[in-house]
Nanobody, 125 residues
Framework: QVQLVEAGGGVVQAGDSLRLSCAAS????????MGWFRQAPGKEREVVAS????????NYADSVKGRFTISRDNAKATIWLQMNHLQPDDTAVYYC??????????????????WGQGTRVTVSS
């Protein structure tokens, strides 16, 4: 059974950093784009960052550019999201997702076929 398992969420203060991880099982990531999405209470799910299958290309939401970095290691079947200078507006449940429809980064959640269960990030002011 394919699984994506996120970890690394928590409660931090504004300005702190967190590193989220997403480990895939029963899934080879070599030909898959991966993405991080988030959903805050009362809001729609939105893309945070996405990365192409070979790791060379990445897209970021304007709100996180310069603060967040997405990376991947296909041999470890794992992706990460390094989040620096966290702000209260970053509070959300963060999900990783995987798609075989794109080799390049994709910002569209409807393109992703596998999703993790999410990890909660809370940033206090």
């Amino acid at each position: 059974q394919v699984q994506l398992v996120e970890a690394g969420g928590g409660v931090v203060q504004a300005g702190d950093s967190l590193r989220l991880s997403c480990a895939a099982s029963q899934l080879t990531l070599n030909n898959r784009a991966m993405g991080w999405f988030r959903q805050a209470p009362g809001k729609e799910r939105e893309v945070v960052a996405s990365i192409g299958a070979n790791g060379f290309l990445a897209n970021y939401a304007d709100s996180v550019k310069g603060r967040f970095t997405i990376s991947r290691d296909n041999a470890k079947a794992t992706i990460w999201l390094q989040m620096n200078h966290l702000q209260p507006d970053d509070t959300a449940v963060y999900y990783c997702a995987s798609t075989a429809l794109n080799r390049g980064p994709s910002n569209y959640p409807q393109n992703y076929e596998y999703w993790g269960q999410g990890t909660r990030v809370t940033v206090s002011s």
